[in-house]
């Protein structure tokens, strides 16, 4: 089993997907369709999946197949960007029936890709299937973003990367993780100042930390020895 995979009960009828790996089975792992599908199944009956997704595509049919069994699932599916969604791991992000995406995530889109040997005639078979199969992976967007298919085609064609504000705002996302909780400001306010940052609001952070006699006294002399030190080497320079 890939080692950036994972597919877990967490209670109280929720599960979550990790998908960190390549999508489809190759030399050094991947998530196949075919063990995705076995691993979904086993989950049973859950109310809502979380879905966490750090990938760079793969596999556009096996990408495919695990898109189209999240949108069928009867769970709530919630889909995390955690890094990048790119190819067709984008596509898996788009089975979420909410899709949050990191502050410092991206999403990137792009045409189907493919390698073709042999004559001219099958050159122009590969050519005629890939134009189709992206064609199916624009929909897949459209229906998701409510973009026109002619925009969505052009991004692709372009291979696109969306930061996280420009995947909202162009509907690849509905919200932002931010990459720092505001609780954890608090907290490095509460540690590092003596008074809170103007953002924090909180009254009780807000207040002021209030030191000892003998702590103030420490603070005043550590800052006296440090104000006489420096005043010595200005004059020896």
Do not use: C
Not at 21 to 33: I, K, L, M, N, T
Not at 165 to 192: C, M, T, W
Request: proline share 3%; glycine share 8%; aromatic share 6%.
């Amino acid at each position: 089993m890939a080692l950036g995979y994972r597919v877990s009960a967490k209670g109280d009828r929720k599960a979550e997907i990790l998908i960190y790996e390549d999508v489809g089975e190759g030399w050094f792992g991947g998530v196949s369709a075919k063990q995705f599908a076995v691993d979904l199944k086993t989950l049973g009956e859950v109310k809502t999946i979380d879905l966490r997704i750090n990938s760079y595509g793969g596999d556009v049919f096996d990408g495919l197949a695990i898109y189209r069994l999240l949108v069928e699932h009867k769970a709530v599916v919630i889909a995390h960007i955690d890094g990048i969604a790119a190819s067709i791991a984008s596509v898996i992000a788009m089975s979420g029936d909410e899709i949050i995406i990191a502050e410092a995530g991206e999403i990137m889109i792009h045409e189907a890709w493919g390698i073709a040997i042999g004559p001219p005639a099958d050159m122009r078979a590969v050519a005629d299937r890939l134009e189709a199969v992206s064609a199916s992976i624009a929909d897949v967007y459209v229906s998701r973003t409510g973009q026109p298919k002619t925009q969505i085609q052009e991004w692709m064609k372009a291979e696109t990367t969306f930061q996280s504000a420009d995947a909202v705002k162009h509907g690849f996302a509905q919200s932002i993780a931010p990459n720092l909780k505001f609780a954890a400001r608090q907290e490095l306010s509460r540690l590092h100042w003596r008074r809170a940052p103007p953002h924090a609001n909180d009254a009780k952070i807000d207040a002021p930390l209030r030191l000892s006699a003998e702590e103030e006294l420490k603070r005043m002399r550590a800052t006296l020895e440090y104000a006489r030190i420096n005043q010595n080497r200005g004059a020896g320079s």
